[in-house]
C-alpha cells in the first residue's frame, strides 16, 4: 500500500523498538482528518509506544511513518509543533497557576491572549480557576488545564494516552464532549484506553493492536 | 520561534516559579549561609586564615548551592512531564538550554552576593574599590559557566534512574576548572595574600572560555541528552 500524504496519519509496516525489546512489529495504519480513533489492546500491546512514534518521541526502526505529511523518519522536528500528546503525566507546573501555564504552552507556537481565553473558556478552567495554583486542583482540574494547553497551542492531532484516568464522572463527560468539539473543528484524536465502554462510545473508528501489529478494530 | 524568544520564554517561566515557590529565598540562601558558618568552624575561626581562604570558601559554597538550584531546576520540569511535553510541542531545544543557563545565571549571581557579603560579616574580608570591576567581571564569568554545566548535567540526569547522586557526580568534577579560576580572580580582586590586581585578568580569560565552550556545546548537545 504506498503511503497517503493526505491521511494525518499513515504508517505503513512500521518497527520501533524500545532498548531490544521490539514494542511495534510490522504496525499498517491510515487516521484520516477529524477522525477519533481507538486503541485497543492488552497491556504491552504497543498502544503508547505507537503514541509517542506518532509525536516523534520513538524513533522508526524500519517501514514508513508519514505524520501530517512529515515523514518521521527524516523530519520528526516538523511534526512536533503540530501535535499534542498527553500521556500518563499533564506537562504542567505546579507552582504556576492555571492562566499561567496555559499561556506559557500557548506561547511556545505564539498564540494570542484571545486564543488563551478561549482555550481556557472551552475546558472550562477559566474565571474562578484562571487564577487557582495547579498545586491545588483535582486531578480531572489538571487534566483540563493541560486540555486547554493543547488547545491554545493548535496542536492539529491529538495522542491521548489514557486521557481518562482519574477523572470523576462529570469531568469525564466534559473531556469527551472537548474531544468531539475538537475533532468536528478538525483536530484528529488517537485514544489509548482500557475503558473501553466509554473510549468506544467516544471513538468514531477503533483499531487493535496486537503484538506490536495494528488490526481493524471496525467503525461506529 | 526563535532560539532568543525561546530563551527569553523559558528564563521567564523558570524565574516566574523561583518567585513564586521562594525555594531560593526558604532554603537555598540559609543552606549556603550555614555551609559559610561550618566553613568558620572548620577552620577554627581563625580571621587571619579565613581571610586568606575566603574567595574559595565562598566558590565551594556557591558550587553546593548549584547542585541544590539545578535539581529544583530540573524536577519542576520533570515532575509532571513538563520537558517531555516541551520536546514533543516542538521547542527548539536550544532555546530551552539558554533559557534555563540564563534562569539559573541570575539565581546564582543573586546568591553569589550573598556569598560575598556573608564573607565580609563572618571572615573579615575587604572589598577593594580598584577591583570592583575584576570582581564583578569574574563572577559574571563564573557564573555563565557553572550555569551552562549545570544545565547541560542537569539536563542529562533529569531522565535518569538515581539523578540525585548521578548530578554531583557529574558536575563538581566539570566544574573543578571554575572554582580555581574563580578563587585565584577574585584573591586578586580582593587582594588576599600576595595575589596582583593584574593577575586575575588571565583567570577570567580562562572562566570566559570555560563559559563560552560550555554555553555552546551545551546548547548543541541538550536536545540529543533529553530526547535520549
Redo the contacts between chains.
Keep these: 500500500m504506498p503511503p497517503d500524504a493526505d491521511a494525518v496519519v499513515d504508517l505503513h509496516d512500521v518497527v520501533a523498538t524500545l532498548g531490544q525489546f521490539p514494542a511495534l512489529s510490522g504496525a499498517t495504519m491510515r487516521v484520516e482528518t477529524g477522525e477519533i480513533v481507538l486503541l485497543r489492546g492488552p497491556n504491552g500491546a504497543g498502544k503508547t509506544t505507537l503514541l509517542r512514534l506518532c509525536a516523534g518521541l520513538v524513533p522508526v526502526v524500519r517501514g514508513t511513518a508519514l505524520v501530517l505529511g512529515h515523514d518521521l523518519s527524516v523530519d520528526r522536528d516538523r511534526v512536533r509543533s503540530h501535535v499534542g500528546l498527553l500521556g500518563h503525566q499533564n506537562g504542567l507546573y505546579a507552582d504556576l497557576t492555571v492562566i499561567e501555564n496555559v499561556r506559557f504552552w500557548a506561547a511556545t507556537v505564539g498564540a494570542t491572549d484571545a486564543e488563551v481565553a478561549s482555550a481556557m473558556e472551552r475546558m472550562g478552567v477559566a474565571d474562578r480557576l484562571a487564577s487557582v495554583s495547579v498545586s491545588k486542583l483535582s486531578a480531572g482540574q489538571k487534566r483540563r488545564t493541560a486540555l486547554a494547553g493543547l488547545v491554545a497551542r493548535r496542536a492539529r492531532l491529538w495522542l491521548l494516552d489514557e486521557p481518562h484516568a482519574g477523572l470523576d464522572q462529570r469531568a469525564r463527560d466534559d473531556l469527551d464532549n472537548t474531544l468531539r468539539e475538537a475533532a468536528a473543528a478538525g483536530a484528529t484524536v488517537l485514544v489509548a484506553s482500557h475503558e473501553l465502554d466509554r473510549a468506544e462510545s467516544l471513538a468514531t473508528r477503533m483499531v487493535d493492536i496486537v503484538a506490536g501489529r495494528a488490526e481493524s478494530g471496525g467503525s461506529r | 520561534?526563535s532560539v532568543a524568544r525561546?530563551a527569553w520564554?523559558i528564563a521567564r517561566?523558570d524565574l516566574?516559579?523561583e518567585w513564586?515557590?521562594r525555594v531560593i529565598t526558604n532554603q537555598v540562601v540559609p543552606f549556603a549561609g550555614v555551609t559559610m558558618v561550618i566553613f568558620g568552624f572548620a577552620l577554627d575561626a581563625n580571621t587571619d586564615v579565613l581571610e586568606l581562604v575566603a574567595p574559595g570558601l565562598v566558590w565551594l559554597a556557591t558550587m553546593f548551592s548549584l547542585l541544590l538550584l539545578v535539581q529544583r531546576n530540573f524536577s519542576?520540569e520533570a515532575?509532571?512531564?513538563?520537558l517531555?511535553?516541551?520536546?514533543?510541542?516542538?521547542?527548539d531545544a536550544r532555546g530551552i538550554f539558554f533559557g534555563k543557563v540564563i534562569g539559573l545565571a541570575l539565581q546564582l549571581l543573586v546568591l553569589e552576593v550573598l556569598l560575598l557579603f556573608a564573607a565580609v560579616v563572618l571572615y573579615g574580608e575587604t572589598i577593594r574599590l580598584d577591583g570592583a570591576v575584576l570582581l564583578v567581571t569574574t563572577m559574571i564569568s563564573a557564573t555563565c559557566g557553572l550555569a551552562a554545566v549545570g544545565t547541560l548535567y542537569g539536563g542529562l540526569a533529569a531522565g535518569s534512574k538515581g539523578r540525585e547522586t548521578l548530578l554531583p557526580l557529574l558536575t563538581l568534577p566539570a566544574v573543578a576548572p571554575v572554582l580555581i579560576g574563580a578563587t585565584r580572580a577574585v584573591e586578586s580582586a580582593l587582594g588576599t595574600g600576595v595575589a596582583e590586581l593584574s593577575d586575575g585578568w588571565q583567570w577570567v580569560s580562562l572562566l570566559t572560555v570555560f563559559a563560552v565552550a560550555f554555553g555552546v556545546g551545551g546548547s548543541l548537545a541538550f536536545g540529543p541528552l533529553i530526547?535520549e
Design positions: 520561534m525561546t520564554l517561566k516566574r516559579i513564586k515557590s519542576v515532575d509532571d512531564g513538563a517531555d511535553a516541551m520536546r514533543v510541542a516542538g521547542v530526547d
